[in-house]
């Protein structure tokens, strides 16, 4: 059995330098920035607000996380599908979700989008193509190869992309659906956030696996691993799978290699691990200012600007966090309605 951090596994998966920088126009990259920096501020404001007691059950950051979520998202169309995790709140603001509606669904008001019954675990947005968080780890696949199916019944071009973390690799559903998506080639991009730890236990503990990746072979389709810190590495691997979807070539699994900065959930001692080695990702492995010192190189990015880009979402989240305070708490006659979907 193997134990401990490989050095690999460590440093994650450094793929070639973001060099394919070219490729993009300035406001696509900077675009990019943007959304990681949302991410990152509005996971530090659920922490505080976590913090402060102001918001019931629990919760699970995606601090450091962001390049995985931001670059997936970023290839696909409204209309594409995800399904998220536990650890969902990064991808639905990538997909475009709400922060009011997020914000107020985290403190359990009314106004947000489970008119607050359903906190951070269940955040979904149809109209945006989010087809919902999950609480049950590895719940996603099942769902997924269902709007895969539908996808291919319908006869569109749409996309449904599944996250989902290292631990749920490790569930059966993740081998049901890999297995059935291609038999079927099915339009699914599976895309595996390994993020070191699942819970209290090591990847490396639990996985058969160094690359997780490597499970697509088991069911013939194609898998590839990626530095999941450099947000362009993930948007072009995502790119790719995306388009073999679309032309009906079938499945594909992307493995973003990433880190769990924050503990499992927020209030989590962390026994189980150094400190040395969150404190060593986020200093020399932090997908935000990894890809800012790049745009700053290019000059893409000034002091200004970036001044100006964090002010704004500031401003963008406290108004959302005005709109949740404001808001009504749901009535308890209400905790019965909205169980079933009437078709
Ligand atoms: C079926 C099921 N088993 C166990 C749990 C408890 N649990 C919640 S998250 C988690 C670990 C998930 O790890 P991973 O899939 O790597 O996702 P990460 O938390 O790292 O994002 C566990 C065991 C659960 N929610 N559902
Ligand atoms: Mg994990």
Partial sequence: MRTGASEQEMKGKK???????????????????????????????????????????????????????????SILRPDDYIITTHRGHGHVIAKGGDLKRMVAELMGRRTGYCKGKGGSMHIADFSLGILGANGVVA????IIVGAGLSIKLR????????????????????????NMAAIW??????????????????????????????????????????????????????????????????????ENKTYRRRGHFEGDPQRYRDQKEVVEWEQK?????RFASILKEKKL????????????????????LQFAEQSEWPKPEEALEDLFFNF
């Fill in 185 to 254: 080639k099915l339009p699914i991009l599976f895309v595996c956030e390994n993020n070191c730890y699942a819970s209290t236990t090591r990847t490396s503990y639990a996985c058969s696996v160094i690359d997780i990746a490597a499970r697509a072979k088991g069911y013939d389709i194609p898998g590839v691993s990626v530095d999941g810190n450099d947000v362009l590495a993930v948007r072009h691997a995502a790119a790719e799978a995306v388009d073999r979807a679309r032309r009906g070539e079938g499945p594909t699994l992307l």
């Fill in 285 to 289: 492995n932090d997908p935000i200012l």
């Fill in 155 to 178: 006869k569109t071009d749409q996309v449904a992309v599944c996250f989902f973390g290292d631990g749920a690799s490790n569930r059966g559903p993740f081998h049901e659906a890999l």
């Fill in 301 to 320: 990015l000034t002091q200004d600007l970036e001044d100006k880009i964090a002010a704004g979402i500031d401003a963008d989240l406290k108004e959302a």
């Fill in 139 to 142: 719940g996603g696949f099942p």
């Fill in 15 to 73: 793929t070639k330098p973001i060099n394919h920088i070219k490729a993009y126009d300035s406001e696509t990259l900077l675009a990019l920035y943007q959304k990681m920096v949302t991410i990152r501020k509005f996971e530090t404001l659920a922490g505080e607000l976590f913090a402060a007691g102001k918001i019931p059950g629990f919760i699970h950051l995606s601090i450091g996380q962001e390049g995985s979520s931001t670059g997936v998202c």
